[in-house]
Nanobody
Framework: QAQLLESGGGSVQSGGSLRLSCATA????????MGWFRQVSEKEREGVAS???????FYEDSVKGRFTISVDNDKSLLFLEMNNLQPEDAAMYYC????????????????????WGRGTQVTVSP
C-alpha cells in the first residue's frame, strides 16, 4: 500500500511537548479515518487518536486532555499535538489511514487501517 510519511519525533523531558506530522497525500480518499498509533518493542500497536472525514475525533483514555489530533485536508497533513508528555508515552509513533466504511466503529484498532507510515520515535526522559 502507498506509504505515509511521519515527522516531528524527538526527545523531550517529562512535561514537554511535541508535534507530530504525517504527509497523507499518498492515501487520497475523501472519506477516511486517519489515526496515530504507538508501539513499544514487541508489544501490540496501540491506538492513540483518530479523526474521520466528518471531523469526529477519538482518543485513547490515557491521552485525553493532553493530545490533540487534527488534519489539514488542503495540505494533506495529519497532526498530533502532544502536551505534558510522560515517560509512558515514549514509543514509536505511526500514522495510518483507512477508508471510512472499513474503519468505522473501530477507530483505534490498528488492523482495520490499510495505509501506514514507517514511524517516528518519541523519547521522554523523567
Amino acid at each position: 500500500q502507498a506509504q505515509l510519511l511521519e515527522s516531528g519525533g524527538g526527545s523531550v523531558q517529562s512535561g514537554g511537548s511535541l508535534r507530530l506530522s504525517c504527509a497523507t497525500a499518498a492515501f487520497g480518499h475523501p472519506n477516511y479515518y486517519m489515526g496515530w498509533f504507538r508501539q513499544v518493542s514487541e508489544k501490540e500497536r496501540e491506538g492513540v487518536a483518530s479523526i474521520n472525514s466528518d471531523g469526529e475525533t477519538f482518543y485513547e483514555d490515557s491521552v485525553k486532555g493532553r493530545f490533540t489530533i487534527s488534519v489539514d485536508n488542503d495540505k494533506s497533513l495529519l497532526f498530533l499535538e502532544m502536551n505534558n508528555l510522560q515517560p509512558e508515552d515514549a514509543a514509536m509513533y505511526y500514522c495510518a489511514a483507512g477508508r471510512w466504511f472499513k474503519v468505522h466503529g473501530d477507530a483505534l484498532k490498528a488492523s482495520v487501517y490499510t495505509h501506514w507510515g514507517r514511524g517516528t520515535q518519541v523519547t521522554v526522559s523523567p
